[in-house]
Every structure is written in C-alpha cells, then in structure tokens.
C-alpha cells in the first residue's frame, strides 16, 4: 500500500477514478462532500471553471474561479484532463493533480457531467467508475435548486430545461443511484466505491501477497 488509504492489509493498490454525475441539483456536491469527509485517502478533483462564484464558494476549494482568457489558455496548454462546456461555462478538470494521486496510488473523485465522464473513460476505461445520482421526481429536483438558494430563477429554469438531456445519458454510467434519503443514497455511493476498491485487477499486490503466504505455508 502507498499512502494508507487504499491499500488492505499492506496490499498496494491502484488508484481509481470514482466519477459522480446527475442533472444539476440531484445532490452530487453533497454526497462528494460525505465521501471526502469519510474516506480520507480520497482526493477530490477541483476543476476550474468559467462560471461566476456562488456565495460561500472557495477558490480552490469547490472550483478554481478564472475568466475565459485564461481557461482557453489552459485549454491551449492541454493542461485539463477533460473539459466541456456546461450551463453556458467552460468546466475542466485540471490535469496534473489527478496524474499525481493516481501515481501515488490514491483514488480521485470527481463531480463531472457526462461529456467529461465520456472524455475520462476514452482515456482510461479500466480505471473510471461511474454513478449516475437521479432524484427522486422532477418536483423534487426543482425543489433542490431552491432551497440552495444559490442560483437565479433564471439559471434554475435553465438547469431544469437541460436535465432530462442530462437523464438521457444515464445508460452510460456502471451504477445508478436515486437520492431519495441523503444517508441511503450514501450509503449506496460508499458501498460501490468499497467494491471498486476490493476487485482483484486493482490490488495490484495481491499475486506477491498470496505468493509469499504459499511459500510460508509450504516450509
Ligand atoms: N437526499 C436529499 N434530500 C433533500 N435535499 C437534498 C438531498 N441531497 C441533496 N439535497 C440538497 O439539494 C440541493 C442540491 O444538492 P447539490 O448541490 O449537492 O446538487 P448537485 O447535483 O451537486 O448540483 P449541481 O450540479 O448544480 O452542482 C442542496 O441544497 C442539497 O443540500
Ligand atoms: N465536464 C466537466 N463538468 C464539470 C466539471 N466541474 C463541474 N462540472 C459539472 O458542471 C455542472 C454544473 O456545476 P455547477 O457547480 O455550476 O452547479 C455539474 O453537472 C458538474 O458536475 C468539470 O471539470 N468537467
């Protein structure tokens, strides 16, 4: 194990890319937060976006806030791991703290849409796992983007426009979760990722583990 977190019992590991999507305000952000808090070897993956900050927002924390001049230029310098364009705004994720993680054996999370989970997955299949988060009715998903309370009307009735798009892609995905109750859902996310983390391809120590038992058990 490298770092302590994702590794069992001193087996190493390789790294997983764990990929959240949904139509906006299906509680992605949440359920990502319970995760981070949770799983302390999780690294979350900040993108950069176009999109003016929300109250409460940090730099660096929840997006890395820049102006379209300078997110071309990132564009321009292949320095995202995928990028799209979302709700009017350019999102990315920057590339080299993933790169980095994933080389120190660490799993990376991701709250992305579907063109960037595509743009993952064409790069590396094997190591991208995928969730879909529905609500549990339309009426619901409205409510969401209310209560936030970070957005515009405007903005609410452009995201409710473009989420049966965003639905449609769900058969994309390897798992899909309703977040109906937030600790259920949770629960669901933390046991798919807990399986992820246990398939046989990615312990990648496991041959040299179950190799030196054998020779101890033949002596
Ligand atoms: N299971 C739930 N029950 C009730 N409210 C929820 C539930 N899950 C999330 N919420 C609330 O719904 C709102 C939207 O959630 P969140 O911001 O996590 O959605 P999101 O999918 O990340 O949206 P976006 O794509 O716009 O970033 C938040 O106010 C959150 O507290
Ligand atoms: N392809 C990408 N999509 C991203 C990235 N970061 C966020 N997103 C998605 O954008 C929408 C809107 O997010 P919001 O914070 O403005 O509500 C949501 O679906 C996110 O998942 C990214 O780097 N690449």
Known sequence: MKDGSGGFNGVERRGLMFV???????GKTTLSRMLVDEAPGLTMSVSAT???????????RDYYFVDRPKFDA?????EFL????????CYGTPRAPVEAALAAGRDVLFDI?????????????????????????VQDLEHRLHTRAQDSDEVIRGRMKKAGDEM????????????DNIGVAFES????????QLKRERQIGIEAFVRDMRRQLEK
């Open 20 to 26: 959240l999507s949904s139509p906006s305000g299906a």
């Open 50 to 60: 176009t999109r003016p900050r929300r109250p409460g927002e940090v730099d660096g």
């Open 74 to 78: 990132m564009v321009e310098a292949d």
């Open 82 to 89: 995928e990028w799209a364009h979302v709700f009017d705004n």
């Open 113 to 137: 849409d579907w063109q960037g989970t595509q743009q993952l997955r064409s790069r590396a299949s094997n190591d991208v796992v995928s969730v879909f988060i529905l609500p549990p009715s």
């Open 168 to 179: 449609s892609h769900f058969d994309a995905y390897d798992y899909i979760v309703v977040n």
């Open 189 to 196: 996310v933390k046991a798919i990722l807990r399986a992820e």
